[in-house]
């Protein structure tokens, strides 16, 4: 069995060799592991902070050449586990530091489970201890996960920050859409499978996020040199929600009726500016129709 832990980085180095030294130093046997960094062509020295680890054949360092977003680097490293000699994708970003049993209890799952899922993924906390907030798995279009304590949850989408993946069901199912860019990639990919396999959060499986903040993204309260970021996110969630038929329009009409309420309310500034940028990328994700690609089979 060989398992390769993906992780995508852009410009967050010391965060990098953190998450890296937690793989190093899971529970388990470390000849099942290979890790693979995905470098977004980072500017901070990146490659250089990597370097000392390059004597270890359990570490393959990428360079993708340009900053391909967190979609771009996410299709681009599955892509390459999916087309050499893995049995698991681990998948998680720079930010994310697992236990040192969080890959033993996955394996674990897996094992009691017998094998017939369609991903796995890890309980997320903050770095206060806390359940991080913009991981919480889905059990439904309409419901977050609430049970933290049963051993395994179904569920039917996950972020990327601890995703465990058959390497089959990439193949089965393809590759996250590189032309995401950012937000949703992990959301539409998860929901992709489960829409064909039963999936799971394993509990005893415990990551932590160290992200800057305990909340999601809010155009309401967004920096406004950061507005054009959900150009993405409201294009991509279309794309997501379009394909759950009737249940899926209602519930992004409902969103995005929720979010033109928090902006009104809450936003301090740029009222205008931000409702435009919700409905114009609404808009533009009703024509949004990027191909699902394959990794090659041998």
Known sequence: MKVAAIIVTYNRKKLLLENIEAL????????????????NHSTDGTAEAVEPYSTNKKIIYLDTGKNLGGAGGFHYGIKYVAEHNFDYIWIMDDDCIPTSNAL????????????SYG??????????????KMNVQRISLW?????????????????FVSLF??????RDFGLPIKEFFIWTDDWEFTRR????????????SIVVHKSNNNFG??????????????????????FLYRRE????????????????LKVLKDAPNKKFIRLMKIYKATYKGLSFSPTIEFPLRK
Request: with cysteine.
């Open 24 to 39: 190093l130093h899971q529970s388990i046997d470390n000849d099942i592991l290979t890790i693979i960094v995905v470098d």
């Open 104 to 115: 033993e209890a996955l394996l674990n799952a897996s094992k009691k489970i017998n094998k």
């Open 119 to 132: 991903f796995l993924a890890s309980k997320v906390l903050w770095k206060d201890n806390t359940i991080c």
């Open 143 to 159: 419901k977050n996960v609430d049970d933290w304590k049963s051993s395994i949850v179904p569920i039917i989408m996950s972020s």
């Open 165 to 170: 993946v058959p390497v089959k069901n990439v």
């Open 193 to 204: 499978i489960s829409r064909n396999l039963p999936c799971y959060l394993v509990n005893d």
């Open 217 to 238: 993204a809010n155009i309401a309260t967004e920096d406004v040199d950061r507005l054009d970021r959900y150009n993405y996110l409201y294009r991509n969630d279309v």
């Open 245 to 260: 038929g009737l249940e899926g329009i209602l519930y992004e009409l409902l969103r995005i009726g929720f979010h033109t």
